[in-house]
């Protein structure tokens, strides 16, 4: 099943207690297509500066992404977010922040992509997202991620995106905040009802959890000695869960747990090294070893 995957494409500056890098590829959109391409061939949207590095393209490509939805903005320079974690890299500290073309950047999906059967709306404007569910209105299955600055300051086109897609995916303390309740059991029911079918709550070092109406599921993290870079470790979680959704012939239950398994694995690969190098170093044979470590841990 093919997969369109929205949102942005960055040039990040990460300090951590491992070590400082500059300009590593990051980005919303390109962490979820170096995690998703292990299961399909990834449709990429976004847009970058004149000064974005086209060995980075270049590696897309190598690695199984289709770049054809990437637009080069004449004169522009791309997005760049430079940050600091600390300590247990729970959080990081925003140093420096220039949306430069991503500012105002309104996404048109290539008309051969509007028959994708899955899409991901990486975390946005909830407008510019909406916008973009509208071009593709028979897909099979559309998720949205969002964050704590859209839930406080859009929450009403927030809650229209919601009511238009069929998976919504949130950190613990985001689906706390949309939902106005300190329990999260509580604060998924409550999301389920806005809309849509399933809620897929991210828990960091704790795992995730999934819920529908009338089920849940949860997944301890990964364990792991060393953690190098957080960047990109939630968009490479949701790449894991909507490739796997879209390698399978049919979305239920057990698919969407199995789909979990994986985003869970991809995503303890990429904080294991600064920015997408790990991801570009990654083979499926990995992915499933990893995945077969995990189903052995959880296992009674």
Known sequence: MSLLVVGSIALDTLETPAGRREDCLGGSAVHFSLAARHFTRPRL???????????????????????TGVAVQPGGETFRWSGRYRG???????LELKLNVFEGYQPVVPEAWRDSDFVFLANGSPVTQLAVRRQVPDARFVMADSMNHWIATAREDLLKLIESVHALILNHTEAMMLAGTPNLVAAAQAILGMGPQILIVKKGEHGAALFARGRTFAL?????????????????FAGGVMGALAQADRVDWQQLKRALLYGT????????DFGTARHEALGRGDVEGRAQQLREMIAL
């Open 45 to 67: 949207v976004g847009v970058v500066g004149e000064d974005f590095p086209p060995r980075h393209v270049e590696m897309l490509r190598r690695c199984g992404v289709d770049v």
């Open 88 to 94: 247990d890299l729970q959080e990081a500290e925003t």
């Open 220 to 236: 301890p993290a990964f364990p792991l000695e060393r953690v190098v870079d957080p960047t990109g470790a939630g968009d490479s």
């Open 265 to 272: 694995v991809v995503a303890s690969y990429c904080v294991e």
